[in-house]
């Protein structure tokens, strides 16, 4: 009885947590969902957070043990069977990964473990240990695209997966790295002149700190020295401040990565050098990878759009690639290594000389990763 008390206010929160995010459903909420009192949903969880690390916790169990079955007689079949597992789980479990993006996001240990989940089976695949160029060659295309299908409805096929992994995507025979500079312009300071300015500059900073929920309009104005009228003189509402900062962000950055690799001819370099501009450029600014990726919780679609731009970009300059359903992998795949490596150098702080893990990069770029 005990037991089933306690799934059925599992149930009930992760209906709820896959719906709406997190900060905006109550305890009470989940009791009414789930039939139970207050005091009994406190038997079983301590608070809220308890509630959803046991959401989490439970589905990598379920994914681990997905991922245990994984086989094939080669290397490119337990590669493809490994990515279909992967892209199964995301159709059939998507409000559980919904929730668990979320607590990735809020606890940082869960993304390790994932990791190691990750790792484990990546080296079944290849049957010898990875590095951690491997490891993010691998998985960051693959990431991004399941994450694209189950948000974005792409259709991923896991055969262009297989051979972007395996072949590389960007042949160029190029052996060295491009030389990439050690000091760079900033992009995206506005001008804090206008009353519009004043907000943007207000609302990344105080978003990138304290996040969208915890940051009122009323915290915003204030910031910037302006009156609450101002405020939605220019925007509808605190959501809709948020799009405008996203899509912004979006636009400066494509301007300023494309403006500073325009120069460079080779597609494998610019892809490098691009890579190079990119980390840099978000080291100096994490606040904005922060919103971003806050975002992608509290405004999906427009979440969806800063990435659509992106793909357009990828779509019209990977000319290596057959126009059609394998660009649009291809573009997909480049944009999941550029977001996860952001994640491993600027977050987590794993790799601590780029320069050596870019060349090791570009190799796997031009020649895929050796059986």
Known sequence: MAKDTKERIMRSAEHLFSLRQFDD????????????????????????EILLRSLNDSFLEYF?????????????????DFISIVLRVGRERKSEITIFREGQYRFYGYEDKLREIYIKSAEKVFG?????????????????????????????????????????????????????PDTFKSPF??????????????????????????TA??????DSGLAVGTFYTHFESKEMFLNHLVLKLGENTRHYLSEQVAAVEDRLEQEISGLWYFLNYFHDHLEYYSIVREAEF??????????????????????????????LHGANFLMGLAHYTGIEVLHRKRIQDIKPFLQRIMTLLDEGISC
């Open 128 to 180: 010898r240990e990875i590095s951690e160029a491997e490891y993010l060659y691998t998985l960051s295309g693959l990431r991004f695209c399941s994450t694209r299908a189950l948000y974005n409805g792409m259709k991923v096929k896991p055969e262009y997966l297989v051979d972007f992994i395996l072949k590389g995507i960007l042949h160029s025979g190029k052996k060295t790295i491009p030389r990439l």
């Open 189 to 214: 300071q506005p001008s804090a002149e206008t009353g519009q300015a004043k907000l943007i500059q207000s609302g990344l900073s105080l978003f990138g700190e304290k996040g969208f929920y915890h």
């Open 64 to 80: 681990e043990e997905m991922l245990s079955r994984l086989d094939g007689e080669s290397v490119e079949e337990r590669l493809h």
């Open 25 to 48: 459903v109550s305890i009470a909420e989940i009791c009414r969902e789930a039939n139970v009192s207050n005091g009994v949903y406190y038997r079983y969880f301590r608070n809220k």
């Open 217 to 222: 309009v009323a915290d915003i104005v204030r």
């Open 298 to 327: 509290v405004a999906n679609e427009v979440v969806n759009q800063y990435y659509n731009a992106f793909e357009q970009g990828y779509m019209k300059n990977l000319t290596s690639v057959p126009e059609g359903e394998k660009r």
